[in-house]
């Protein structure tokens, strides 16, 4: 059974960084992507970055200069670093790992964590 857990969300200053993590279990960690998305109150899930196992990553524009995503194979975990949060980063963090290649499309990711809330303040 494949069991993703986030952790490391929490409330945060404007300007602050936060690291999130996700611990995977029983996948296939070297043939998935892995991937962060969030969800606002009121709004869709949107993707916010991807990782291969190879180390291919794709950011989505928001992300990109102020984000950065890794994985650690021996870990079994993937990381998510936000640097320069703004009170619009403020949602819910997801973690999700599809087999194969990286994708943007949340359609395409087969598993799902419980998610961990993210909050900045102005």
């Known amino acids: 059974q494949v069991r993703l857990v986030e952790s490391g969300g929490g409330m945060v200053q404007a300007g602050g960084s936060l690291r999130l993590s996700c611990a995977a279990s029983g996948l296939t960690f070297n043939g998935s992507a892995m991937g962060w998305f969030r969800q606002a109150p009121g709004k869709d899930r949107e993707f916010v970055a991807v990782?291969?196992?190879?180390?291919?990553?794709r950011y989505s524009g928001f992300a990109q200069g102020r984000f950065s995503i890794s994985r650690d194979s021996a870990k079994n975990t993937v990381y998510l670093q936000m640097n320069g949060l703004k009170p619009e980063d403020t949602a819910v963090y997801y973690c999700a790992a599809r087999h194969g290649e990286i994708a943007s499309s949340l359609r395409r990711y087969n598993y799902w964590g419980p998610g961990t809330q993210v909050t900045v303040t102005s």
């Open positions: 990782v291969g196992w190879s180390g291919t990553t």
